[in-house]
């Protein structure tokens, strides 16, 4: 009964290098989520997808990447890491027709 | 674009009180409004969810209000208790209930 699990928890990098942050649901839900949170700025939405295969931009989406080959997995991507990346990351997913979003445990992602 | 605006300032309480958290937005009214809760190093956590149509609703302790055309809302936790301390956002529907716009948050302190 994982739910919604992402991976790593920590992370550390360097500007100009590229990171994935993982993100996996076994519920089946159709939407999934991706947010970053930052003191002063609240959670923000990055990227979000309706289905395998469907993915649209949320408030902040420049210098992410995200894909949705399959349903359960929603990884975001930054191509190159800045600073202003340093952020926790979380990931969320809802199903078709319901409201309530399901929030994973975040990735916290600092960027030197 | 929505803006939501929660007090930043904590929210001092003593137990058994009953805690007011408010939550106000602009624009134009979404047609629900969600309450989550998020304690320190955790993702946010579904409370409540209040549709325009509905000026209050209750779950146990919980209490929301949904006002229109004051354009707010507000949440009650009443008989308060020191496991109620946590950050408490408000979120409203974007784009046809395919996102979420974040408020802020609001750190409740309930002292013994």
């Known amino acids: 009964d994982a739910g919604i699990t992402q991976s790593p928890r920590y992370k550390i990098t360097e500007t100009g290098r590229q990171v994935t942050l993982m993100c996996h649901q076994t519920?089946?839900?159709?939407?999934m989520f991706w947010y970053r949170q930052d003191l002063g700025h609240g959670l923000r939405l990055i990227y979000y997808?309706?289905?395998?295969?469907?993915?649209d931009k949320g408030e902040v989406p420049d210098g992410y990447v995200v894909s949705r080959s399959k349903t359960e997995n929603f990884p975001l991507t930054l191509e190159s890491a800045t600073r202003s990346q340093t952020s926790v990351y979380f990931c969320?997913?809802?199903?078709?027709?319901?409201?309530?979003?399901?929030f994973g445990p975040g990735t916290r992602l600092l960027v030197l | 674009s929505q803006k939501i605006e929660q007090n930043s300032e904590a929210l001092n309480i003593q137990e058994g009180k009953t805690a007011t958290l408010t939550c106000n937005y602009t624009?134009?009214?979404?047609?629900?409004l969600q309450w989550y809760r998020q304690d320190p190093g955790r993702g946010p956590v579904f409370l409540l969810l209040?549709?325009?149509?509905?000026k209050e609703k209750r779950k146990e302790r919980l209490k929301v209000t949904f006002d229109t055309t004051l354009k707010q809302s507000l949440f009650h936790i009443t008989a308060s208790q020191p496991a109620d301390s946590a950050t408490y956002l408000c979120?409203?529907?974007?784009?046809?209930?395919?996102?979420?716009?974040f408020g802020g948050g609001t750190r409740l302190m309930v002292k013994p």
């Open positions: 969320a997913s809802r199903g078709t027709g319901k409201e309530t979003q399901y």
């Open positions: 519920w089946s839900h159709s939407y």
């Open positions: 997808s309706a289905a395998a295969d469907i993915t």
């Open positions: 624009n134009y009214s979404p047609a629900y």
């Open positions: 209040i549709r325009e149509n509905e």
């Open positions: 979120a409203l529907d974007y784009n046809a209930g395919n996102m979420l716009t």
